[in-house]
């Protein structure tokens, strides 16, 4: 079985400030990994994800993630946050030869202020 | 317009009285799931289906039920609600082509909140 593992349950940040938001998974087989966004009162949304190739993947919104299988992470990354990325964000994964069966981290909650 | 709807996005009941959270989707994806969200928990998958009647458990699938006789509509039936079962709760659906473009795209309905008294 797959897990997830999101370290940090909340990240303030002021806004044009650069950010990290991490995750480390664990699985005994080759993985896909995700990341989604939930913003307030709203169903979650497909931020960006790896499959194969590149290990440094860009998704919406200015975020990019990198792929680090040694270190078994795949950490999010933001050069200069907004105001409106304020969110709760998950990291997910899946094995490999399966499409949709994802398990999810328990959540980071980016809190970007003025 | 593509979507997941769910109803009823809120609802309050009592102790043992059955009820039903329907989730419906136009997307004609193979794959719908379920899960719950709770505060420090995140999302746990209740149960999901691959196709037209292949429905399999989650990671918490105690006190729930689905059905999948239609490929548009995926119901979550909590036959005996108990106070624990109190959350917020999201359809998800997607298309079942691993290594695909589509892979680990899923789409989510906005939630239906549920309060167990």
């Known amino acids: 079985a797959q897990s997830v593992t999101q370290l940090d349950s909340q990240v303030p940040v002021f806004e044009e400030a650069p950010v990290e938001l991490r995750c480390n998974y664990s699985?005994?087989?080759?993985?896909?990994l995700f990341w989604y966004v939930q913003y307030p009162n709203q169903g979650l949304q497909l931020l960006l994800k790896?499959?194969?190739?590149?290990?440094l993947v860009k998704g919406i919104n200015g975020f990019e993630a990198e792929f680090n299988k040694s270190q078994t992470s795949f950490h999010l990354r933001k050069p200069s946050v907004h105001i409106s990325d304020t969110a709760e964000y998950f990291c997910a994964v899946t094995r490999t030869g399966t499409a949709s069966k994802l398990t999810f981290g328990t959540g980071t909650r980016l809190q970007v202020t003025l | 317009e593509a979507q997941v709807t769910q109803n009823p996005r809120y609802l309050i009941t009592v102790t043992g009285k059955k009820l039903t959270v329907t989730c419906s989707q136009n997307?004609?994806?193979?794959?719908m799931s379920w899960y719950r969200q709770d505060p420090g928990l995140g999302l746990r998958q209740i149960y999901y289906?691959?196709?037209?009647?292949?429905?399999d458990k989650g990671d918490v699938p105690e006190g729930y039920k689905v059905s999948r006789k239609e490929k548009r509509n995926f119901p979550l039936i909590l036959e005996s609600p108990s106070p624990n079962q109190t959350s917020l709760y999201f359809c998800?659906?997607?298309?079942?082509?691993?290594?695909?473009?589509?892979?680990?795209?899923?789409?989510f309905g906005e939630g239906s909140r549920l309060t167990v008294l």
């Open positions: 790896y499959l194969s190739g590149s290990t």
């Open positions: 997307m004609n994806h193979e794959y």
């Open positions: 998800a659906s997607g298309l079942n082509l691993a290594g695909g473009p589509s892979t680990g795209e899923l789409f």
């Open positions: 289906s691959m196709n037209v009647e292949v429905t």
């Open positions: 699985s005994s087989v080759s993985v896909y």
